[in-house]
């Protein structure tokens, strides 16, 4: 294997990964504050949808700025829909899977509703203006690390990475990530300390959908390149599986994703690669689902992820 | 609270639940410039009505039942994992695994009498399913581990493997083209001639008649049986049975099997009767979900299922025609999703039927203090 194949393998997974990483980050901030977030999936369709119709739309306009900005707006469609979610879950006492389930099953029929009354035919055309590959000037002169890392690669994979140091630092140095916690651990406690714990379960469910829809725009933008009903297939379960493969830990989460996206990227361009090529895909496809169940069951067990997560708070009078 | 009222919910939660989805999806229509009113017209017509003739078609008919069979079949198995306390999310998984062993095993037996065949395939496929159920089952019992999460992947899982298995483990003399198995032909089908025949060639099969046997059976399993009590009592409060001398985890392990094995009938269902034959799957089927809704909106009673399936199967059916009307047929899956959403949020529901029978009483009786209801709904859900 030369450094060609590496680098492009390493590009190739940071590509993958992208889109993993912030919607498992996602996840951690619902789950943390208590709110389980198994719509994640459905967020990433509003998002995904959202930037190519952005995208399509004011390519013109804005040049090879326009996925940035479509990564925004899918950033804020999928907050905007993952208010079904918080209101459901927070306010209204619903059940956390069935309105995640509720989220999975809408997003996918409304977006392709919306995509037929847009263009009067169920996918988009392919963008012009995706992500694309980017070199660190400088960085890419640094023998060996340079080439495999900093030339040709994924922007927004950096800023993904960049996201997840910045929601360690938010969760677990910050008072408002102290908060978050609080609420997700023992509701009871952190409301007798003076926490609104409605609100602090609304702003973990709204930055989930927002970030989660920029998951769902990279993917669009970068990997897809237009909008379909298959453009989103299983990558916000995914990224769920990263998040509790990262222990509900903001790194952990990105590491996993990063993992994730490797055996995503192997599955479907390992063929050129030797040792790998004899492995069938099958295995590379079931792997990420396989070592979550294997991780839940060997290292969490009962004891996983936040205490209250899943349960309803109900304030007494 | 008295029972009239209480027995009045239980009804009122649904029904209002599904006005309130068309009415969403009728807002929907109407913001994105359709005519609601044309579109749920259409969708009706093309459930019932035969375009050429102007009367009811009997073949819509018999395909409302042929969509309705899996659902059924689905909804129960959500049913009786939610009676014990579970969330089976893996109803598509396993049915999957039922479709694609129930059409494996009468590939495999081609040539011998359909009476041998079609029951030895429908075993087959509702084991497979159970199988599936069984893992996630399992390690619940043994290791806590949550049925969602676990479920949620071996769907992904259980697709990649039945892609697996169709392209690569497959004789080469079952396959048709790539990806597609053979048609199992009527010998191996759940078709017969004259259900065929009556419903005006619509693909009317068993599969409608072994969902309602199956809807009595399990009613007949919760209420009248001893596991069934077990089940109920686990799932109202596993603590509570174990000091009782019941093995939580045991049924745990039971219903979760049973739950797998009606998933995977479902599959045998879509497959042997509907479908023929299996093609490669690019995602999750739909069956699981709308299974989980179904019986959601059934409150997991079979009366309820049986209702909501028929409901849903004009819905998905009559749907396709709304594209007549110039709606893309999407819409009636965004009306389904809303309506589990009403179901979700019927707490809000609750209130809103509760602050109405108040007020009625009120005026009746003079405005005698009724004590508050709204204490008892605190506590989890």
Redesign the interface.
């Known amino acids: 294997m030369d450094l060609s194949t590496i680098a492009s393998l390493v590009t190739q997974t940071l590509i993958y990964a992208t889109p993993l990483i912030l919607t498992a980050l996602g996840g951690v901030f619902s789950e943390r504050g208590g709110v ?1 977030n ?1 719509g994640l999936e459905g967020i990433m369709v509003m998002g995904a949808f959202s930037s190519i119709v952005f995208n399509l739309s004011f390519a013109e306009q804005l040049g090879i700025w326009t996925p940035w900005v479509g990564l925004l707006v899918g950033g804020l469609t999928g907050m905007v829909f993952s208010l ?1 979610h918080a209101v ?1 879950t927070v306010s ?4 956390h ?3 995640g ?2 989220v ?3 997003a ?3 977006a ?3 995509v ?2 847009i263009y009067q035919k169920g996918q988009t055309d392919n963008i012009r203006e995706s992500f694309g590959y980017f070199t660190f000037e400088g960085l890419s002169k640094i023998p060996v690390l340079g080439p495999i890392f900093f030339e040709g690669t994924s922007l927004p994979a950096y800023f993904a990475i960049a996201v997840a140091i910045i929601a360690w630092f938010v969760l677990s140095k910050t008072k408002f990530g102290l908060r978050l916690r609080a609420v997700g651990e023992n509701p009871q406690a952190a409301d007798t300390l003076g926490i609104n714990v409605y609100a602090m379960r609304y702003a973990g469910v709204l930055i989930s959908g927002f970030l989660g829809g920029m998951g769902g725009a990279v993917f669009a933008q970068q990997i897809a390149g237009r909008f379909a009903v ?1 453009t989103i ?2 990558q916000g ?1 995914i990224a ?2 990263a998040m ?1 493969f990262g222990k509900w830990n903001p790194l952990g989460a990105m590491a996993s994703a990063i993992f994730f996206g490797f055996a995503q990227n192997i599955s479907i361009s390992g063929s050129n690669l030797p040792v790998i090529s004899s492995i ?3 295995y590379l ?2 792997a990420p ?2 070592l ?2 294997l991780v ?2 060997i290292f ?3 004891a ?1 992820g936040p205490k209250a997560n899943g ?2 708070y ?1 304030k ?2 | 609270m008295d029972n009239s009222t209480s027995n009045l919910k239980k009804v009122l939660v649904p029904v209002l639940s599904v006005l309130l989805g068309f009415l969403l999806g009728a807002i ?1 229509m109407w913001v ?2 359709y005519d609601a009113i044309a579109g749920y017209k259409t969708m009706i017509n093309t459930a019932f009505v035969n375009p050429q003739t102007g009367a009811i078609n009997p073949k819509s008919i018999g395909e409302i039942f042929v969509t309705a069979g899996p659902l059924i079949f689905t909804g129960l198995g959500f049913a009786v994992a939610n009676t014990a306390g579970f ?1 089976n ?1 893996g109803l598509s998984g396993q049915a999957l695994c039922g479709w694609v062993a129930s059409i494996w095993t009468v590939l495999a037996m081609q040539g011998m009498p359909k009476l041998v065949v079609v029951p030895v395939a429908v075993i087959v496929g509702a084991l497979a399913g159970a199988v599936a159920a069984a893992i996630p089952g399992a ?1 619940r019992a043994f ?4 049925e ?3 479920t ?3 769907n ?2 259980l697709l ?2 039945s ?2 298995i169709v392209n ?1 483990v497959m004789s080469e003399s079952m396959i048709q083209t790539k990806g597609v198995t053979k048609n199992i032909g009527l010998e191996g089908s759940l078709r017969t001639e004259w259900l065929g025949q009556i419903s005006n060639g619509s693909r009317l099969n068993l599969g409608i008649f072994l969902a309602i046997a199956f809807l009595v059976l399990v009613w007949f399993l919760l209420k009248k049986t001893t596991l069934g009590l077990e089940i109920r009592s686990v799932g109202l409060n596993p603590f509570a049975s174990e000091y009782a001398g019941m093995s939580s985890k045991r049924t745990i392990i039971i219903s979760m099997v049973i739950s797998g094995a009606l998933a995977g009938l479902g599959g045998v269902v879509q497959g042997l009767g509907t479908f023929n034959n299996f093609f490669v799957q ?2 999750s089927l739909s069956i699981g ?1 709308d299974g ?2 179904v019986s ?1 909106l059934g409150s997991g009673t079979s009366v309820g299922i049986l209702i909501s399936a028929l409901l849903f199967s004009v819905l998905k059916l009559g749907g396709q025609g709304m594209q007549f009307a110039g709606i ?1 047929p ?2 009636v ?2 009306v ?3 309506i ?2 009403f ?3 019927s ?2 529901i609750k209130l809103f039927i509760d602050k109405v029978i108040k007020d009625k009483k009120a005026e009746e009786i003079d405005l005698k203090p009724t004590p508050s209801n709204e ?1 008892k709904e ?4």
Do not use: C, W
């Open positions: 389980v198994v079904i459901a209204f006492r619903a059940d899977i069935i309105s389930t509720v999975n099953l809408m996918p029929s409304l392709i509703f919306l037929k009354v298959t297939s299983g379960f769920m599986a509790i069938p895909a099958v496809q079931a689902y396989v979550t169940i839940l069951v969490l067990g009962k996983s349960k309803n109900i007494s009078k | 929907i994105s410039g969330f999310i390690l290791f806590g581990t949550s969602v999460i676990v949620i992947m071996m992904y899982i990649y493997m892609t697996h690569n690019g995602s979900f989980m809704a959601l893309p999407e819409l899956d965004v389904i999703a809303a589990i959403f179901i979700g949020i707490f809000v204490n605190g506590g989890t859900i």
